[in-house]
């Protein structure tokens, strides 16, 4: 058996430790008989399961007694229709654009009330965070919404915007438990967790009880409706019980871990490794504005496409793979979630290197 570095956007690495874990139980989980794929969700073990990764999260996350957690289907992408779904009293709604997801979500909203952009940077390919100090903010906007981690382009809030008592929704999905977050700021968190968690199939919302009611848009879906979720635990038909499990799986490895303070000192130990770099090389650049970078998707490009396609295909050969920035922006593009180890970075630097030594 050989494992790669595993550089991919998503679905990304996971823990080896879980995945072996994983693998022991595959066939009789604790003297059930069964795998976890093969029980009801309704049984006694299952149950344990899914409160037990719940609990889990809560701890990690400092979730308060006021926030419900919910494990549902459809990813994240089903959430940019449920968001307005379940939170456009008054059809109107901020977003803040600063990449492809943000726009998706927005674009989105619009076939349900109507979506006002408040900031973008699709000026200068969402290569930076817009300053979201003072916007201007309508008293009748129902939230504010934003992409925390720009996936595809490497941004990152360093600052949540300044919402003038309006609601904050946040997508996480790709920085979901990589440092700690105050939980308080937000009527609603939510991601995908196939990029820093577990398998796809899974996506998490954290919403603020008060937030939760019958008061939906008419024609909400039952199934979209966060009421039906957290009235039933999340049980209300099948979830996704394996990526549950896996889910659960990962929490308890980040409590080993130390944390999200520890995991964020580590998060940002890897990703200065790859900064630095990025910032003396004299054939790689990131792309991104300094103060705006991400800690856990890294773009870069050397300039000359049929370079960067050299570079994709000899640290594919030799290891380090899924470097390919995304189809829409060219380049190349390291993920380096929770999973990745520190080790993984020192060689993938390491081999730019070498590659920027033979390429000169
Ligand atoms: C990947 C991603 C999505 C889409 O997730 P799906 O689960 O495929 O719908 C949405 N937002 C962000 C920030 C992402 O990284």
Known sequence: MSRVY??????????????????????DYKGSGMSVMEMSHRSKVYDEIIKDAEKDLR??????????VLFLQGGASQQFAAVPMNLMKNKKAGYIITGQWAKKAFQEAKLYGEAVELASSADETFSYIPDCSNLDIADDLDYVYICEN??????????????????????????????PVDVTKYGVIYGGVQKNIGPAGVVIVIVREDLISDDVLPGTPTMLKWKTQADNDSLYNTPPCYGIYICGKVFKWLKKMGGLEAMKKHNEEKAKI????????????????????????VPFVTGNEELDAKFVKEATAAGFVNLKGHRTVGGMRASIYNAMPKEGVEKLVEFMKKFEEENK
């Open 6 to 27: 595993n550089f991919s956007a998503g679905p990304a690495v996971l823990p080896e430790e879980v995945l072996k874990e994983a693998a022991d139980e595959m066939l």
């Open 59 to 68: 701890d990690l996350m400092n979730i308060p007694d006021n926030y419900k």
């Open 150 to 179: 720009n996936t595809i382009y490497g941004t990152k809030y360093k600052t949540l915007p300044d919402t003038k008592g309006k609601l904050l929704v946040s997508d996480v999905s790709s920085c979901f438990l990589s440092e």
């Open 274 to 297: 790859l900064y630095d770099y990025l910032d003396e090389s004299s054939l790689f650049k990131g792309t991104v504005r300094k103060e705006d970078r991400s800690l856990m998707n």
